[in-house]
């Protein structure tokens, strides 16, 4: 294939296009927002070097002279996505401004659902990548503790913010594909699940739901996941036992 290395390298590294010739046509920038609006429409899986080629009205096989694989295009796709984060000057505080960080994560994720598929430690040193890596750092250096461990936190919660999303992302693409509604699906289940745990064979589950038998509030729960991350990390003053 046309442009295809023989040795591993990152995409970051290359010229915006090899080969001689006229001015290339477009950017990789051009590029990147092509696959990102056809993702956005059509799912991942939409996504070629045909397909885009043709959303750029460009021949498949000279694309190639921009970007050399698939992968590639994943990367710029990412990247892409990631140039969407605001990066605010920080305030001091850092556990409210790494909340802040992963609210605004789960939104663009939201906004680009093909991103959880494409997050990756592979593509996490494209150019958008490294400066939002760099801003979380800024936003955390109050907190004391080594470099090393501030970088595990931005991994920790970027990823447990991914898997939360995953599980919204895919819940309402089921809700989508059912034949009936999503409130006759829940009343049935939970009708079901109420006559298992009312067979007394599920002491500790049935005293769970009489603590707390209402609604679950997805927004509390992913509030509380966050602070539960960043407590592991929390080097303040904790309560004695008892």
Not at 67 to 89: C, F, I, N, Q, T
Not at 100 to 127: I, K, N
Request: glycine residues 8%; contains cysteine.
């Amino acid at each position: 294939m046309a442009g295809r290395a023989a040795v591993p390298e990152v995409i970051w590294a290359r010229p915006e296009r090899t080969g001689r010739g006229p001015k290339p046509a477009f950017t990789r920038a051009d590029i990147a927002a092509a696959a990102v609006r056809i993702a956005d429409a059509q799912g991942l899986d939409a996504v070629s070097m045909r397909h885009v080629a043709a959303e750029l009205g460009c021949g498949t096989m000279s694309l190639y002279n921009y970007v050399p694989r698939k992968e590639d295009l994943y990367e710029l796709m990412v990247d892409a996505a990631s140039g969407e984060h605001e990066l605010w000057e920080p305030t001091g505080d850092w556990r409210a401004d790494m909340l802040h960080v992963a609210h605004q994560t789960r939104e663009l994720m939201h906004r680009h659902p093909w991103m959880p598929r494409l997050m990756s430690g592979v593509y996490g040193f494209s150019p958008n990548a490294l400066r939002y890596l760099e801003h979380c750092l800024a936003c955390l250096d109050p907190l004391d503790a080594p470099s090393g461990t501030k970088v595990e936190l931005i991994a920790m919660l970027n990823g447990c913010v991914t898997v939360y999303v995953s599980n919204e992302l895919a819940t309402a693409e089921r809700a989508r594909s059912l034949p009936w509604s999503q409130e006759q699906e829940t009343a049935v289940r939970i009708a079901y699940l109420g006559s298992q745990v009312a067979s007394g064979a599920y002491p500790r589950l049935a005293a769970s739901f009489m603590e707390d038998a209402g609604p679950i509030d997805l927004e509390a729960v992913f509030q509380r996941m966050l602070g539960r991350v960043l407590d592991g990390f929390d080097p303040g003053p904790r309560p004695g036992p008892g």
